[in-house]
């Protein structure tokens, strides 16, 4: 096959991540037989760097032109970054927001699961991890609170700020489908969070999700308010499979549940439109104190091009062959500094390129 790609390395240690990626790939390619034509554009601190402006039309255009979407990380530190003295439209984040806008990526799936070989990275109690979990976060990405109308303005003498959190019933549909899509292939039950004992747009939210439920009566739909969904995370874990969350709320849950299965650099995340077309990146941020330094765990970037591969390409075998890498990596004892925890004996720690040759060479 023939994959056309477009890459956005981004800041910080975005580009580190995104070249061991591309390393397992292009052993992907050559094991399996697949050519793969890439694409590198700016998006983020670099690109207002060199060009004024956080997305140009030149990236949207350059991703629209791939099949798919191999991100890093974006941003730099907020508090002393020049980047955060400009407008907040002209800021890094806004490049990210605006392209899923632009090629209308509504859903985030951001799948979480405690390897056991990294039970010691998991900050939760021995007796939680030895049940395990596995789940997949399906976060709106297009709409409430990050996309609706925002201002500032002064009022009888003080500054008042508004930001507003809207949802259409067609917007909550779509990705409600997919949410409903995923867990009919895993363990069919659909955790809906929302916040309806408060908010309107919850309401709506939980109305849609239950006439989408009627179309799957083969899976089981539960509703859960997201003040205690984030208790229930850290609780008990276990008791999630498909969670189905709008934007924010996506935001916040999805970064507790990569802290729960033990590092932020393990989560990877694909961000689907309606086509097979998807944006592919690491959960995780541009982590600015790390970057430049080689020691940035790749693994999330590595596994969000696996389901780049199966979202994407329909290449589950290969998808396969990088997830069983990641694993057999793990079992071998590889660890970047971030996953490094507990009884190091057996352990040997490595760089980022040397998780992703180590990974890269266990492709078969
Ligand atoms: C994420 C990030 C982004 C988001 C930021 C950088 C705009 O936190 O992908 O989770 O909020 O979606
Ligand atoms: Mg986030």
Redesign the pocket.
């Known amino acids: 096959m023939k994959m056309k790609i477009v890459c956005i390395p981004g800041d910080g240690i975005g580009p580190e991540i995104v070249a061991e990626a591309n390393k397992v790939l292009d052993r992907v390619a050559q094991v399996y037989g697949h050519e793969i034509e890439r694409k590198s554009v700016l998006m983020g601190g670099c690109s207002i760097d060199a060009y004024g402006e956080p997305l140009t039309q030149e990236t949207i255009d350059a991703c629209k032109a791939a099949d798919a979407v191999l991100m890093g990380s974006?941003?730099g530190d907020t508090t002393t970054s020049p980047w955060y003295k400009l407008p907040p439209e002209k800021r890094p984040?806004a490049g990210?927001?605006g392209i899923r806008k632009a090629l209308g990526l509504f859903a985030n799936l951001r799948p979480a699961c405690l390897y056991p070989e990294l039970a010691a990275a998991c900050p939760l109690r021995p007796d939680i991890v030895a049940k395990g979990f596995d789940m997949v976060m399906v976060r709106e990405?297009t709409g409430g609170l990050?996309f609706g109308p925002r201002s500032t303005e002064e009022r009888d003498g003080q500054l008042v700020a508004t930001d507003t959190l809207v949802y259409s019933e067609a917007e909550i549909r779509r990705v409600a489908i997919r949410a409903f899509d995923v867990a009919r292939k895993r363990r069919k039950l659909v955790t809906s969070v929302d916040k309806a004992n408060v908010l309107d747009s919850s309401r709506l939210w939980r109305k849609v999700v239950e006439e989408v439920a009627k179309d799957y009566s083969d899976v089981t739909l539960k509703h859960q308010l997201v003040d205690s969904c984030a208790m229930e995370l850290v609780r008990d874990p276990g008791q999630f499979d498909v969670v189905l969350t709008e934007?924010m709320f996506g935001?916040i849950l999805?970064?507790e549940a990569s802290m729960v299965a033990g590092s932020l650099g393990m989560l990877s995340?694909a961000s689907l439109n309606e086509t097979r077309f998807g944006l592919y990146?690491p959960?995780g941020?541009s982590a600015p104190d790390i970057a430049g330094k080689g020691i940035a765990n790749p693994i999330a970037t590595i596994l969000s091009a696996a389901m780049m591969l199966r979202y994407s390409f329909d290449l589950d075998a290969e998808a396969d062959a990088i997830e069983r890498a990641v694993k057999e990596t793990l079992a071998a004892g590889i660890r970047t500094g971030d996953i490094m925890h507990g009884d190091t004996d057996g352990l040997t720690r490595v760089g980022t390129a040397g998780m992703g040759d180590a990974i890269a060479e266990r492709i078969r």
Request: no cysteine; proline share 0%.
């Open positions: 974006i941003g984040e990210l927001l990405l990050y934007n935001d999805s970064d995340s990146e959960s941020g």
